[in-house]
C-alpha cells in the first residue's frame, strides 16, 4: 500500500536547487584553479588565483548557509547574478582574452539560476551576462576582442536560458503535480483512519447493546424463575388461608386473616409486575400511549430503594395521540431515566415527568432537582460505560439513546450542577389522537 509522504518531509525545492548550484560552483572553481595554475599559457597567475580565491570564500559561504538549511543571500538573487557577471567579466579581462575558458562561467552561471530562480530572474541573468561579456570585448585590447564572439556568446547565453528555464519549469510542474498527488493521498489516509475509527466505536457500541441485551435476558429469566420459585408457596399460603377463613373464625382472626390475604395480593402483585417488565423483549412494533409507558416505567421503579423518599409527579397532556414502536423499549427508557434521577436526588428531591404535544411530537421530559452534571462530562453521558457510579454499568442512557435513535426520536440533556438534571425526549407521534378514555381501557 502507498502511505503519503507528510508534507513537511518532502524536500525542499529551493534548498535541493542550491544544493545542485553549489555542487556545479565547486566543481567550476576546482576547474579554475586547475586550468589557472597548471595552464598552458596563463599569465598574471597571481590576480587570478586571487580572483578565484574570492569565488571560493562565496562559496564556502554559501556551502555553510546551506548547511544550516538557508540559502546564501537567497532574497538578493539579481545582487548574486550582478557579482558573477562582475567576476566572470573580471577574470575573463585579466587573462586578457575574448575566448578565455572562463566565458564558459556564464553558462554555468546561467544553468544555477535557471535551477534556483524564477524565469524572469534567469533572464535578467542572461543580459547582465550578455552585457558583462560585451563590456568584457569593449575593455580589451585590440586584437584580444571578437565581435563575432559577442554575437555567439549572446546567442548561446539567450538559447541557454531558454532551454534550461523550460526544463526547470518542466520539472516544478512535476514536482507541483506530486505534492499535489501526495496531498490527495494524505487526505485519503485520513479519511480511511476516520473511518476505520467510526466502526471501531460502532463495533463498541453494538458490544455495549449486546451486552446489556444480555443482562437484561438474564435477569428476565432470573425474575421468572424467583417469581415461579416463590409463586407457588404463596399459592399454597393463600389456599390455606382461605380454607381458614372459610371455618368462620372468631373476629380477631378473621381481621388478621384478611390482613395477610391484602398483604399476599401485594405480593402477588410485585411477582406479576416484575415478570411483565422481565419478560423477553419482542421487537414487534405495536402502537401505545405515552401514558401507558410511563405507567408502566414508575410501576416498576417504585421498588427501586428510596423512591418512596422522593416526590415524583407525572403531568402527561390529555388526548395525546399514540406513538408507534416497541412498548418495552419505550418503558425501558422511562425507567432507566427516573432511576438515574433518583439517583442523582438526595432524600425529599423532586423528580417530574411532562409529555406535551410539541407540533408533530410528543415532548416527554424528565427533570431532577439532583446534583447535577459538571459541563466537562455532559457530553460523555451518551458513551457506553461512562458512569459516575461504584455500581454504575454506564450503559443506561447509552441504550436510551440507541432506541430513541430507531424510533426516529432524540434525547437531549440540559443540567445545571447543583441545581437539577432535565432530560428531553422527542418521539414523533402517529396522526391519531385517543380519546383520554379510550387510552385507559
Ligand atoms: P449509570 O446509571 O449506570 O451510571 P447511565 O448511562 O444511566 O449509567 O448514566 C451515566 C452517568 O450519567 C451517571 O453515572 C451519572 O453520572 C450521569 N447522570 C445520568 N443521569 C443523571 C441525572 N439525572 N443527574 C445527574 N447525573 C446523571
Ligand atoms: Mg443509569
Not at 529551493?14 to 566543481?27: G, M, N, S, V, Y
Not at 547565453?157 to 510542474?173: C, D, I, M, P, R
Request: glycine share 8%.
Amino acid at each position: 500500500m502507498f502511505t503519503a509522504v507528510p508534507v513537511t518531509s518532502m524536500p525542499r525545492w529551493d534548498l535541493a536547487a542550491e544544493a545542485i548550484a553549489l555542487r556545479i560552483r565547486w566543481f567550476g572553481l576546482f576547474l579554475g584553479f586547475l586550468y589557472v595554475n597548471f595552464g598552458i599559457k596563463v599569465e598574471d597567475r597571481l590576480v587570478l588565483d586571487a580572483i578565484l580565491a574570492l569565488g571560493l570564500i562565496y562559496t564556502i559561504m554559501d556551502s555553510i548557509w546551506h548547511l544550516r538549511g538557508k540559502v546564501f543571500f537567497g532574497e538578493y538573487p539579481l545582487v548574486v547574478s550582478a557579482m558573477e557577471a562582475l567576476f566572470i567579466g573580471i577574470l575573463c579581462f585579466f587573462e586578457q582574452d575574448a575566448d578565455s575558458p572562463f566565458r564558459f562561467y556564464y553558462l554555468l552561471s546561467l544553468i544555477c539560476c535557471a535551477i534556483r530562480h524564477p524565469l524572469p530572474t534567469t533572464y535578467v541573468t542572461c543580459l547582465f551576462h550578455c552585457f558583462s561579456y560585451a563590456v568584457l570585448n569593449l575593455a580589451l585590447p585590440e586584437g584580444s576582442s571578437n565581435a563575432f564572439l559577442v554575437l555567439l556568446m549572446t546567442i548561446v547565453l539567450v538559447w541557454l536560458t531558454w532551454a534550461a528555464s523550460g526544463f526547470v519549469n518542466l520539472t516544478k510542474q512535476i514536482e507541483s503535480h506530486l505534492r499535489n498527488l501526495n496531498n490527495e493521498l494524505q487526505e485519503q489516509q485520513e479519511e480511511l483512519e476516520q473511518r476505520i475509527e467510526d466502526r471501531t466505536r460502532q463495533l463498541q457500541e453494538t458490544q455495549a447493546q449486546l451486552l446489556h441485551q444480555e443482562k437484561m435476558a438474564g435477569f428476565g429469566l432470573l425474575a421468572a424463575g424467583i417469581a415461579h420459585e416463590v409463586g407457588n408457596p404463596l399459592m399454597a399460603i393463600s389456599t390455606i388461608m382461605q380454607m381458614l377463613q372459610r371455618r368462620d373464625p372468631e373476629p380477631y382472626t378473621k381481621d388478621k386473616l384478611q390482613l395477610v390475604g391484602t398483604q399476599l395480593s401485594r405480593i402477588q402483585g410485585i411477582l406479576r409486575e416484575l415478570m411483565n417488565f422481565s419478560r423477553p423483549a419482542t421487537v414487534e412494533r405495536t402502537q401505545f400511549t405515552i401514558r401507558d409507558v410511563v405507567d408502566e416505567a414508575l410501576g416498576i421503579a417504585k421498588y427501586y430503594r428510596g423512591i418512596n423518599n422522593r416526590n415524583v409527579e407525572a403531568t402527561i397532556a390529555p388526548n395525546l395521540p399514540v406513538i408507534s414502536g416497541q412498548r418495552d423499549q419505550f418503558v425501558q427508557v422511562i425507567f432507566n431515566l427516573v432511576l438515574n434521577a433518583i439517583d442523582a436526588t438526595p432524600n425529599g428531591g423532586n423528580i417530574g415527568l411532562t409529555a406535551n404535544l410539541a407540533g408533530e411530537n410528543i415532548q416527554l421530559t424528565v427533570s431532577d432537582n439532583g446534583c447535577g452534571i459538571p459541563l466537562e462530562e455532559q457530553h460523555r453521558l451518551f458513551q457506553p460505560y461512562f458512569t459516575t457510579k461504584k455500581q454504575g454499568t454506564g450503559l443506561g442512557l447509552f441504550i436510551c439513546r440507541k432506541i430513541m435513535q430507531e424510533h426516529g426520536g432524540t434525547i437531549q440533556v440540559t443540567s445545571t450542577p447543583g441545581e437539577g438534571t432535565r432530560f428531553e425526549l422527542t418521539i414523533p407521534a402517529v396522526a391519531i389522537v385517543v380519546p383520554e378514555t379510550e387510552e385507559r381501557k
